[in-house]
């Protein structure tokens, strides 16, 4: 794999499941995000990491949860979806914090019914 | 609060230049980003501004001035496939990107 991947590429999930986006990245970057984005609203940092074994809160986290055992690793999950959580989710990953560009996995499109 | 505002949707003519602006109030500044994302992908870095002035970068120029909160991104030569959304995003205090919600750039022939 080159870049950064997720999966799946789209879900559709029942009210009250538990479901988890995968996110992998091979650029070693120590720093990987969470996004959702929504219609009409900037992207929205979820949770982040800047670096294996820490994690972070961002701007929308609650229902949602991350881990990072590992560089190159950086799942999503919601513990029991709701409505709400419909939305295209972002995985992203940088060298480091701060000034250096994010790259962007292909997205995830999920539609909670 | 955190705000980054920036014209919904804009068009312009193949062949022709078009700005884009973008203004913001952010709790600090550490850099402003502009990415271009098509429809159905991910966003892509177009440039990167930390220090006033103009950054040119083939067809794409971007501008800042910290003092007035303000941004633009400068396209030349438009092309059909510089149909996209165009994201500003805004690196804060605490080093997170506050993103605006992107204005869609449709070009016609």
């Known amino acids: 794999i080159a870049g950064i991947t997720q999966a799946p590429t789209s879900q559709i999930l029942a009210a009250g499941r538990r479901m988890t986006l995968r996110c992998t990245q091979d650029?070693?970057?120590?720093?990987m995000y969470w996004y959702r984005q929504d219609l009409g609203l900037g992207l929205r940092l979820i949770h982040y990491?800047?670096?294996?074994?820490?994690?972070g809160k961002g701007e929308v986290p609650d229902g949602y949860s991350v881990s990072r055992a590992n560089t190159d690793d950086f799942p999503l999950t919601l513990a029991s979806a709701v409505p709400s959580q419909t939305s295209v989710y972002f995985c992203?990953?940088?060298?480091?914090?701060?000034?250096?560009?994010?790259?962007f996995g292909p997205g995830t499109r999920l539609t909670v019914l | 609060g955190q705000n980054i505002d920036q014209p919904t949707e804009m068009t312009a003519t193949e062949g022709a230049i078009v700005q884009i602006n973008c203004t913001y109030q952010?709790?600090?500044?550490?850099?402003l980003f502009w990415y271009q994302q098509h429809a159905g992908e991910a966003p892509t870095f177009l440039s990167y501004?930390?220090l006033d002035g103009l950054e040119e970068k083939g067809r794409f120029s971007s501008f800042l001035s910290r003092s007035k909160g303000y941004s633009y991104l400068l396209l030349k030569e438009l092309q059909m496939k510089d149909s996209a959304s165009y994201l500003c995003?805004?690196?804060?205090?605490?080093?997170?990107?506050?993103w605006g919600a992107g204005t869609k750039l449709i070009i016609k022939p």
């Open positions: 992203a990953s940088s060298d480091s914090g701060g000034g250096n560009e994010q790259f």
């Open positions: 650029m070693r970057h120590n720093a």
């Open positions: 990491s800047n670096t294996a074994g820490t994690t």
């Open positions: 952010t709790s600090g500044f550490n850099g």
């Open positions: 501004n930390v």
């Open positions: 995003a805004v690196l804060d205090s605490n080093y997170q990107l506050i």
